[in-house]
């Protein structure tokens, strides 16, 4: 086996690994599926009856805005589960196997991303309950999906990093929390982002998850003309601005992630 092929069948075992102990785990699971479940739920039906959205239903404004946050919030246990299993010494039993050093976190995010698979599936099942629709092809609502999981995998690499920087579950929690709620409140998930004072607007149009739903919306083609552009770049080119956040992440966050799993396998 080369050492190109090695991490990927050694990283697909870790996957599989990991699936089935998310499966058994119906805590993680169930936090990254039922979460957003609540969420959809709650400003669909409470703050969807006082909000309005010039030119279209505010469930269908909503629902690309709750399948980022979710994917937000399940790549977030790629990190716990990084975290975990430093605490636990399964690294350690790891090293002394004949296998990859990268495959551990190729697993560990290849797993997630199934996960957020799954959990797209049930969030957008739930989207069409509640009035949620597609008006594009079924080639650009592929395309939406399909941006949701590179998203998802790329965002895993950053959780992955800023756990093995932190090593401790409590700690990436922690940090977790302060990073996730800004990043999807501060953004036009939820809301009309060009409705907030100017300083939180100007964040909103380039934050990345307002980049990422921008796209999704464009996809889906939950967009109206009755509402009011921006002239930010992200917000004027949704999908290669978020190709771009993908690249980005990737290229920065997957050397730091193995560099930083080597040093805490080493140390």
Request: proline residues 6%; hydrophobic residues 55%; aromatic residues 12%.
């Amino acid at each position: 086996m080369n050492a190109l092929t090695m991490p990927v069948a050694d990283g697909w075992t870790i996957a599989r690994r990991n699936a089935l102990k998310i499966r058994r785990s119906p805590d993680l699971l169930g936090s990254a599926i039922m979460f957003p479940i609540v969420f959809v739920l709650m400003f669909a039906y409470v703050f969807g009856s006082v909000i309005e959205v010039p030119g279209m239903s505010y469930r269908e404004f909503l629902l690309p805005g709750i399948f980022v946050q979710a994917v937000v919030m399940g790549a977030q246990i790629t990190g716990y589960t990084l975290t975990l299993d430093l605490q636990k010494g399964i690294f350690d039993r790891f090293r002394s196997l004949p296998m990859a050093p990268s495959a551990v976190l190729i697993g560990q995010t290849v797993a997630d991303v199934l996960m957020n698979l799954a959990s797209l599936v049930v969030m957008a099942v739930m989207g069409l309950i509640v009035g949620w629709r597609v008006h594009t092809s079924p080639q650009e609502a592929v395309l939406g999906f399909g941006l949701l999981l590179l998203f998802a995998y790329a965002f895993s690499w950053f959780t992955a990093t800023v756990a093995l920087g932190l090593r401790t579950p409590e700690s990436f929690n922690n940090v977790a929390t302060m990073v996730s709620f800004p990043l999807m409140f501060v953004s036009n998930a939820y809301l009309d982002s060009s409705k907030l004072p100017t300083p939180l607007r100007v964040v909103a149009e380039w934050n990345p998850a307002s980049t990422f739903t921008q796209a999704v919306r464009e996809l889906f083609g939950n967009t109206s003309d009755a509402m009011t552009t921006s002239d930010a770049w992200p917000m004027r080119h949704a999908v290669p601005a978020s190709l771009l956040w993908i690249a980005v992440m990737l290229i920065v966050f997957v050397p730091l992630a193995t560099r930083l799993y080597k040093k805490a396998v080493s140390g």
